[in-house]
């Protein structure tokens, strides 16, 4: 299973960006999507989260500007962000919670990454 970021990029203040991310690799069911970021010299955070209903959750940070959804048919899962600012500046990660139906179980897949830059 694979986890690929795109995306990212430079944006100004006030900009927008959308992020994506495929899961790819024999899947067959994919439960909970995620996207993280980690600042410079910070810990990496939990910005948003859907699962496979589409039930949402967002740090309090990005209520309102950020908005996370998936589509299931394209293993896809994006997050749109709006009115960016500098402290949005992070390495975003999306990580993706697997079902194996040989294993039985849950496996937890992170994405390497995708940059992402507020800057004027």
């Known amino acids: 299973v694979q986890l690929v970021e795109s995306g990212g990029g430079l944006v100004q203040p006030g900009g927008s960006l959308r992020l994506s991310c495929v899961a790819s690799?024999?899947?067959?069911?994919?439960?909970?999507m995620a996207w993280y970021r980690q600042g410079p010299g910070k810990q990496r955070e939990l910005v948003a989260s859907?699962?496979?209903?589409?039930?949402?959750n967002y740090v309090d940070s990005v209520k309102g500007r950020f908005t996370i959804s998936r589509d299931n048919a394209k293993n896809t899962a994006y997050l749109q962000m709006n009115s960016l600012k500098p402290e949005d500046m992070a390495v975003y990660y999306c990580?993706?919670?697997?079902?194996?139906?040989?294993?039985?179980?849950?496996?937890?897949?992170w994405g390497q990454g995708t940059q992402v830059t507020v800057s004027s």
């Open positions: 859907i699962t496979r209903e589409g039930n949402t």
């Open positions: 990580n993706a919670r697997i079902f194996n139906p040989v294993l039985v179980q849950e496996n937890l897949y």
């Open positions: 690799g024999g899947i067959l069911t994919i439960n909970s």
